[in-house]
């Protein structure tokens, strides 16, 4: 039977090359600064998206836990959508590694705009936190692979600005935005004070992310990563993943975009399914008419694995691991549905 695991982009597995070019990896110590591969892996990635310099770090979490803790003090609040990762799938951590409280708003599929972040800015007062940061997250996990374009973060990025407030970017899915919308990465470190980026998620990297920012908040947040017990040693077989992936499986992403529409016209035109939210990148949420759990089932029977995020909710995410053959399967199994 042919297997199709939907479930996630984090499943996909390291390719022959990226394999060969972990092997082959420079590495030293990298708590003292001497792994040649993972310094060249954050100058890169630094690059890409404008900034200054880099930190690698084991998760996105971690890279977002650690850009919080560097953009605040205790007693502080960040502003944020109310799906966002960094409240909703990071274990509390906002409130537990920083002292921070989160001002969620509710967006539109997880987009926020400068309209709805400005009257939510905290004024100077002993009874208020003080707001000093706003987290958006594109492509928005939740919102079910939603984009910003840049043009829609420019006001957000003026405010921030104006207010004083930093501005951080939950990038886990920025290069699927990219794909998406058709921006400049480069472009992107003008109007973030931090970038996180995953590497293991559609880029198919087996471990890491990436945290851009300036040099002197590196600096500072090197200690964090250390404290949060994030400092590897010989990291450079895995920082060889993610330069092998940032050379290899980016441009690769609109094949996932387009296998995403595809299900996604088999969805609209399956019975078992009631409405099939936007697609625009390589995530797919649809509601199910019979309970989720039972519509996943008779997927598993056909070797077709996805997860649900509602009762009647089921979610999709291509990635590198889905082949056209394995498309092609699924779009058979929804038209006998
Ligand atoms: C996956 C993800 C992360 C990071 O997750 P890790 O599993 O810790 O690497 C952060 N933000 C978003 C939006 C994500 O989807």
Excluded: W
Aim: glycine share 8%; proline share 4%.
């Amino acid at each position: 039977m042919m297997h199709v695991d939907l479930r996630s982009d984090t499943v996909t597995k390291p390719t022959p090359g990226m394999m060969e070019a972990m092997m082959n990896a420079k590495v030293g110590d990298d708590v003292f600064g001497e792994d040649e591969t993972v310094n060249e892996l954050e100058q890169k990635a630094a690059a890409i998206f404008g900034k200054e310099a880099g930190i690698f770090c084991p998760s996105g979490t971690m890279t977002n836990q650690v850009a919080i803790k560097c953009f605040t003090q205790p007693l502080d609040e960040l502003i944020a959508d109310q799906t966002a990762h960094v409240y909703r799938y990071e274990g509390g951590g906002i409130a537990f590694n920083s002292s921070v409280s989160a001002r969620l708003l509710n967006g539109e599929r997880g987009i926020i705009t400068a309209e709805m972040i400005a009257p939510e800015i905290n004024a100077i007062n002993d009874h208020y936190p003080r707001t000093s940061l706003v987290v958006l997250e594109n492509t928005s996990n939740r919102g079910g692979g939603s984009c910003y374009t840049l043009e829609q973060i420019k006001p957000i990025a003026a405010l921030c600005k104006a207010k004083g407030l930093k501005l951080h970017l939950d990038g886990a899915r920025i290069f699927n935005a990219l794909t998406a919308t058709g921006d400049k990465s480069e472009d992107y470190g003008k109007y973030f004070d931090g970038v996180s980026v995953c590497l293991s998620k559609g880029l198919g990297a087996p471990v890491g992310s990436v945290f851009l920012s300036d040099k002197e908040t590196i600096r500072y947040a090197r200690r964090v990563r250390k404290v949060f017990g994030g400092g590897m040693r010989q990291a450079g077989f895995l920082a060889a993943a993610g330069i092998y992936a940032l050379d290899h499986h980016v441009e690769r992403l609109k094949i996932d975009h387009a296998h995403a529409q595809i299900l996604a016209d088999a969805l609209r035109n399956c019975p078992a399914v009631s409405h099939v939210l936007p697609v625009e990148t390589n995530l797919i949420l649809f509601d199910t008419v019979e309970p989720a759990a039972a519509f996943l089932e008779k997927l598993a029977a056909h070797g077709i694995k996805a997860l649900s995020t509602h009762p009647h909710r089921v979610r999709f995410v291509l990635h590198l691991d889905v082949h056209p053959d394995q498309v092609e399967h699924v779009v058979n199994i929804l038209k006998a549905m």
